[in-house]
C-alpha cells in the first residue's frame, strides 16, 4: 500500500512539473509575435528619438492580469522572470507539502501536491499585491505634492502637457515613473486620453481618476483647471487627515485582534514544549490532524475578519 501511495505521489509530481513546464512554452508564445511588432514599431521611434533603457521599459503596455499587477507594483520590467517565478513556486509549494504530507502520512502526500500548487500561485499573487499596495501608497502620499506642482505650471500659463513634462523630471519616485512612462506613449502615437486611462490603471487611487475627469472636461468645455487641482489637492490634505485620525481610534482594536487571533497559536507552541506528551496522541490521529488544518485555517479567516473590522479606506 505504501509503495503504491508513493508511486502515485511521484506520478503526480512529474506531472505537475510537466505541466507547469508547457504552460510556460504555450504563455511565451503568446507574447512573442506581440514582442516583433513592438520591436519594428520602436526601432523607427528611435530613428526620430533615441529612448535610453529606462524608457524602453515602459514603452511595453501588457493588459493580461500579471502584467496589470506587475505594473502597479512597478516590476513590469521583470515581467518574464516574474512569470517563470509564479509557475515556480506553484509547483515548488506543491512539491513541498507533497514531501510534507508524505512524511508525516503518506496518504496525504497526494492531497498535499493536489493544494500545494494552487496556494503557491495565490501566494505569490498576494506577495506582488502587498508590493503593489506598498507602492500605490507612496503614490497616493506623493499626489497633493504633484497637484500643488500642477497648479503652480498651470497658472504660470504651461499647457498640460509640458507639466507632465516637467513632473516627469522633477516628481519623486515612484510616481515620476508614472509620468516618464506617459510620455513614452505619448511619442509612440498613444492619445492623450488612453495615455491618462492607462495612468488610471496603475495609479489606482480615486483622486487620480477625479483628476483625469477634471482634465478631460478642461479640455472638452474649458473651465480653471488650476483652480481645479487645487481643491482636489486639498481634499486630499484633508482626507489624509481624517485617516490618520480614524487610525488613531481603532489601534487599540487592531491590537486585541492579534493578540486573540495569535493567542490559540501560542498556548498550542507552548503544550507542544512543556508537554510534548500531551499533544502527541492529538497528532497522531488522522482525523485529528485534518480537523487541526481544519482549525489553523479557520482561525486564520477569523483574524483577516477582525482586521477587516478595525480597517477603513478613506
Known amino acids: 500500500m505504501d509503495n503504491t501511495m508513493l ?14 513546464g508547457l504552460m510556460m512554452l504555450v504563455m511565451r508564445r ?16 528611435q530613428e526620430k528619438e533615441p529612448l535610453s533603457e529606462e524608457e524602453l521599459i515602459f514603452a511595453q503596455q501588457r493588459d493580461d492580469y500579471l502584467g496589470k499587477l506587475l505594473a502597479q507594483a512597478g516590476l513590469e520590467s521583470k515581467y518574464d522572470q516574474m512569470k517563470q517565478n509564479w509557475i515556480m513556486t506553484a509547483i515548488g509549494v506543491g512539491a513541498a507539502l507533497g514531501i510534507a504530507g508524505f512524511v508525516a502520512a503518506p ?6 501536491v493536489i493544494l500545494g500548487v494552487p496556494i503557491g500561485a495565490a501566494g505569490f499573487v498576494v506577495y506582488i499585491r502587498m508590493k503593489a499596495k506598498k507602492r500605490q501608497d507612496r503614490m497616493t502620499e506623493q499626489l497633493p505634492q504633484v497637484l500643488e506642482s500642477m497648479v503652480g505650471g498651470l497658472r504660470a500659463g504651461s499647457p498640460v ?30 492619445s492623450f486620453r488612453d495615455v491618462l486611462d492607462e495612468m ?27 483652480e481645479v487641482v487645487a481643491t482636489i ?16 481610534l481603532t489601534a487599540q482594536g487592531k491590537a486585541t485582534a492579534w493578540f486573540i487571533g495569535c493567542l490559540p497559536f501560542g498556548i498550542t507552541g507552548l503544550l507542544l ?25 479557520w482561525e486564520l479567516f477569523g483574524i483577516w475578519i477582525l482586521m477587516k473590522l478595525t480597517s477603513f479606506e478613506i
Request: hydrophobic letters at 50%.
Open 7 to 20: 508511486m502515485v505521489g511521484s506520478l503526480v509530481f512529474v506531472g505537475v512539473l510537466l505541466a507547469g
Open 30 to 45: 503568446e507574447h512573442t509575435e506581440h514582442k516583433l511588432r513592438l520591436e519594428k514599431h520602436m526601432k523607427k521611434m
Open 107 to 112: 496518504e496525504l502526500s497526494i492531497i498535499g
Open 161 to 190: 502637457m509640458e507639466v507632465f513634462r516637467t513632473l516627469s523630471e522633477t516628481a519623486p519616485e515612484p510616481i515620476r515613473g508614472e509620468f516618464k512612462r506617459a510620455l513614452v506613449s505619448l511619442q509612440l502615437g498613444k
Open 200 to 226: 488610471c490603471t496603475r495609479i489606482r487611487t480615486p483622486d487620480f481618476r477625479l483628476l483625469t475627469q477634471a482634465i478631460f472636461i478642461s479640455q472638452d468645455v474649458g473651465g480653471n483647471l488650476a
Open 233 to 248: 489637492a486639498e481634499a486630499i490634505r484633508e482626507r489624509f487627515k481624517l485617516r490618520d485620525f480614524l487610525n488613531s
Open 273 to 297: 514544549v512543556a508537554a510534548p506528551g500531551y499533544m502527541g496522541p492529538f497528532f497522531n490521529n488522522m482525523v485529528a490532524k485534518m480537523i487541526f488544518f481544519a482549525m489553523v485555517a
